[in-house]
């Protein structure tokens, strides 16, 4: 190890984004948290990426969808970290999954590019990146694809994305743009942080349809989880 690396530990430790705990250099999580971050790959639909699936309410503009962590406890504190600039070791980590499971799922098929969902430049320079643009660079990297950061663009937007309801994200969306950049026959893995409602996915995957992408795969880093079911009230119970 380098001096300056050796410092840097001693000074800014390497800490698992899910709990907190320092960490060895090497390690993205601690090994605790790298087992309960995880979402089953037969825990979501690979057609929505949605736990509970939505397919039979609408059919997104996506063709399939793969996701690698729970966006609850551990994975939702990580991703988190990692909104705040405080620790990006999620993505490296999400984006390792991610890879695995598309590398041997066949139903995937092959990929010409990885795209990020992009995020307004303001935004940007203020977190200092696009957190979906660290999970799509690793992906890339890991499945030797290359990245396209100059189809997509995203305007300002009123809200943010996290905080609305429905009605409001559908609205929200609409801030996302393409450029005059053909498309044809072309299969992308767009890639972003979290899944929530698929809106987001949902209206970049249309916009590349626009252009003529033939077959879009939503990879996003955690997906929400329907919160645990309350315990069945007993009926006729006293008053
Ligand atoms: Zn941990």
Not at 19 to 43: M, T
Not at 80 to 98: P, Q
Not at 106 to 132: I, L, T, W
Request: net charge positive.
């Amino acid at each position: 190890m380098k001096w300056t690396d050796c410092l840097r530990e001693i000074l800014w430790p390497n800490r698992c984004p899910g709990c907190g705990k320092v960490i060895l250099p090497q390690e993205l999580l601690c090994e605790p948290c790298g087992e309960k971050v995880l979402l089953g790959h037969d825990a979501y639909c690979h057609a929505c990426g949605k736990v509970s699936c939505l397919c039979e309410k609408r059919h997104p503009a996506y063709d399939k969808a793969v996701v690698s962590c729970r966006y609850a406890d551990e994975g939702a504190a990580a991703i988190i970290r990692m909104k705040r600039s405080e620790n990006t070791n999620i993505a490296y980590f999400s984006a390792r999954i991610l890879a695995e499971r598309l590398r041997f799922s066949p139903e995937y098929g092959s990929f010409d590019c990885v795209m990020p969902v992009p995020m307004h430049r303001s935004k940007q320079q203020q977190r200092g990146y696009n957190q979906a643009s660290l999970i799509a660079a690793e992906l890339g990297r890991l499945l030797g694809l290359p990245l396209r950061e100059d189809v997509l663009y995203k305007e300002k937007s009123r809200y943010e994305q996290h905080n609305l309801n429905a009605g409001q994200r559908y609205e929200n969306v609409r801030s996302f743009g393409i450029r005059d950049i053909r498309l044809d026959g072309m299969r992308i893995l767009l890639c972003d942080d979290v899944l929530t409602t698929g809106a987001t996915m949902d209206r970049c995957a249309a916009l590349l349809k626009q252009n003529g992408a033939a077959f879009v795969t939503a990879a996003a880093a955690a997906a929400t989880v329907p919160p645990p079911q309350a315990p069945t009230q007993t009926q006729g119970g006293t008053p």
